[in-house]
């Protein structure tokens, strides 16, 4: 699979609006593109950041509709925009374990590797990373995200509340170390949301 992620930040009080244009107009764009799989947001309110994510059957189906979404995406984060970036990620690894809900939590750990090193991050998280992430109580869903160009992904653990994402700090934190540890990755960042949707998504 492949995602499409849209990362935007502004003032807090206007985030809830930015989130209801996702919620309904947005969703009807997306649900009309060929290759749709589903979608996530995800918001930190304190803070004033929202994580948008779309899921794609190819990478022509994730660039086709990209030239239909670049059209009304300013207009939908209006007026809560301040800075806007959007990343295209490979679904390298994914696994779902049961069915997401809103007001849940979402940990997103950004790293950086090598691209030559692309296999051996995926291959580790995959053999490593996975079962000890799988252990932990509440996680709904994981999946690892990669740039292979770039040597950029992200790890993201969604949870079925955000008690259980604060009780699985400790044990996530050990799986990362072990993970960056064996596939020389670097991370670069660690972020925390509230789940406002999330599909479920196949596989």
Excluded: C
């Excluded at 022509?60 to 809560?80: I, Y």
């Excluded at 696994?95 to 691209?115: A, K, N």
């Excluded at 700090?169 to 949301?193: D, M, N, P, T, W």
């Amino acid at each position: 699979m492949f995602v499409r992620t849209v990362y935007v930040t502004g003032d807090p009080a206007k985030i809830d609006t930015a989130v209801r244009a996702l919620n309904t107009e947005g969703r009807e764009l997306l649900e009309e593109r060929p290759g749709y799989l589903g979608a996530g947001v995800f918001t930190d309110h304190e803070l004033g950041k929202l994580l948008a994510e779309s899921w794609w059957a190819s990478e022509e189906a994730r660039s086709n509709s990209d030239t239909v979404m670049r059209q009304h995406r300013e207009a939908l984060l209006e007026p809560f925009a301040g800075t806007l970036t959007v990343e295209n990620l490979q679904a390298a690894v994914h696994r779902s374990l049961r069915v997401p809900r809103m007001g849940g939590g979402l940990r997103v750990s950004r790293v950086e590797f090598d691209p030559a090193d692309a296999d051996l991050f995926t291959e580790t998280f995959r053999s490593t990373v996975l079962p000890r992430l799988e252990t932990l109580p509440g996680l709904v869903r994981t999946a690892l995200l990669i740039d292979r160009e770039h040597g950029r992904g992200r790890v993201g653990a969604l949870f079925v509340d955000r008690a259980s994402m604060a009780a699985s700090r400790a044990g996530q934190a050990a799986a990362r170390h072990e993970g960056v540890a064996k596939a020389r990755v670097g991370v670069v960042s660690l972020e925390e949301f509230e789940v406002v949707h999330a599909d479920v998504l196949p596989g």
